[in-house]
């Protein structure tokens, strides 16, 4: 559990510095098109350990009205994701 703890404050104490590599990576977008091509209109996504909601905010624009859920154990990130 000790490990879980340092992860998070990790996490949480580097947010700006993830953001800023990979909100909007290009890598990410490629994947993410290859995972929601073939999801219908008004599937429902589970995002465990979404940071700050990059992968999220991408769906948002595939035009498919995903019904997005979030989940991450840093306070942190969830607060960014929460503005997207």
Do not use: H, W
Request: aromatic letters at 12%; glycine letters at 4%; one cysteine or more.
């Amino acid at each position: 559990m000790e490990k879980t703890k340092q992860t998070i404050k990790a996490y949480n104490k580097n947010t700006d510095e993830y953001i800023n590599k990979f909100m909007d990576f290009e890598d990410y977008k490629e994947k993410i098109n290859d995972f929601s091509k073939d999801l219908n209109y008004n599937s429902r996504i589970l995002d465990l350990g979404c940071g700050p909601g990059n992968v999220m905010n991408y769906l948002k624009y595939t035009n498919k009205n995903f019904k997005l859920i979030g989940i991450d154990l840093s306070e942190e990130m969830i607060k960014v994701a929460k503005k997207i």
